[in-house]
């Protein structure tokens, strides 16, 4: 079944979030030859790995929740804290909030809407091959402003077959490689495993 198939009534979607859809694909080729001039490459150094990107977006909705939970009741996420797969995120976000980011202190901090403005999160395979020289963005949706919110985010990857080990321009004098080649499917697959043995373990749990 198409996934159009439930907004048959409102053909105008369709055609909105197709042109959205387009318009983050050239964004982020843009972005990523930005990464690779940050990075002492060749602006298009990374042009290959990108020619049948691994892209996605979602429309995500949280609905309206308590501003104040009951006394005694645990506050919940909407989306627990986590870092993204693939190179980046480029995500949009309305005006709502709750969107919080995990900084190098280990402090939440809110990622404020900015009208006009994307946040990019950088994910753990643009970490891997930059050595850590990019880190991924540990992050949330805490809705607790009573309101709902929508956000859309579009996740940005190298072809599915690509493989590609720790970048040449990122390995320092005496230092050595971090991680293995690997390629985006073989990454996204071993993450999706654990995120399946996770939620195994962890089900029926009651959190302290």
């Not at 080990?165 to 985006?184: A, F, H, M, N, P």
């Not at 996204?188 to 029926?204: A, C, K």
Request: contains cysteine; negative net charge.
């Amino acid at each position: 079944e198409s996934p159009w198939e439930a907004t048959r009534h409102m053909p105008e979607l369709k055609v909105a979030l197709v042109a959205y859809f387009q318009s983050c694909l050239a964004l982020a080729r843009a972005l990523t030859r930005s990464f690779a001039l940050s990075l002492d490459l060749p602006e298009d150094h990374l042009d290959s790995k990108v020619k049948y990107p691994d892209a996605m977006m979602l429309l995500n909705y949280y609905p309206k929740k308590e501003p104040q939970p009951p006394a005694g009741a645990r506050r919940q996420a909407s989306m627990g804290s986590h870092t993204d797969f693939r190179l980046f995120t480029i995500l949009w976000q309305d005006s709502t909030g709750g969107l919080q980011i995990l900084n190098r202190d280990g402090q939440w901090i809110n990622g404020l809407p900015v009208p006009g403005t994307f946040v990019v999160n950088i994910g753990d395979f643009l970490q891997r091959i930059t050595n850590d020289r990019y880190v991924s963005t540990v992050h949330r949706a805490q809705c607790s402003s009573g309101e709902e919110r929508v956000s859309i985010p579009f996740f940005w990857g190298f072809g599915l077959h690509e493989r590609c080990g720790v970048l040449e321009s990122c390995v320092g004098e005496g230092e050595g490689r971090k991680y293995d080649e690997i390629s985006t499917q073989e990454y996204v697959d071993s993450r999706s495993r654990q995120l399946v043995t996770w939620g195994n373990e962890t089900d029926g749990e009651k959190s302290s």
